[in-house]
């Protein structure tokens, strides 16, 4: 059965850090790109970071850029977002999502296979 389990979501100060959890199973991350997507109450949803899983070619937003960095374990089958000095509009719902993908660059965008089911990251003080 193929999933993706999203964790690591919680409260955190303004200027505060998170690392988001994403475990893929049912299939092999390495041969897989994968995003991460965020969406506040009331906004679209917005795409954050990708990753190519086997080259580790990676694309972000300009609002996240030099604040969070994606990364893969293919060991641990498992896909990490870091995200530091944390503001208040980072607030949102994280999803994880990834489809297969095995060359060049980095695909960005909604056109992925999988999707997990969010965690969710609240910045207030």
């Known amino acids: 059965q193929v999933q993706l389990v999203e964790s690591g979501g919680g409260l955190v100060r303004p200027g505060g850090s998170l690392r988001l959890s994403c475990v893929a199973s049912?299939?092999?991350?390495?041969?897989?790109?994968v995003g991460w997507y965020r969406q506040a109450p009331g906004k679209e949803r917005q795409g954050v970071s990708f990753?190519?899983?086997?080259?580790?070619?990676?694309h972000y937003a300009d609002s996240v850029k030099g604040r969070f960095t994606i990364s893969t374990d293919n060991a641990k089958n498992t896909a990490y977002l870091e995200m530091n000095n944390l503001k208040p509009e980072d607030t949102a719902v994280y999803y994880c999502?990834?489809?297969?993908?095995?060359?060049?660059?980095?695909?960005?965008?909604?056109?992925?296979?999988?999707w997990g089911k969010g965690t969710l990251v609240t910045v207030s003080s």
């Open positions: 990753i190519t899983s086997g080259t580790g070619t990676t």
């Open positions: 049912g299939f092999t991350l390495e041969q897989h790109a």
């Open positions: 999502a990834a489809r297969y993908y095995v060359g060049f660059g980095v695909p960005i965008g909604d056109d992925m296979e999988y």
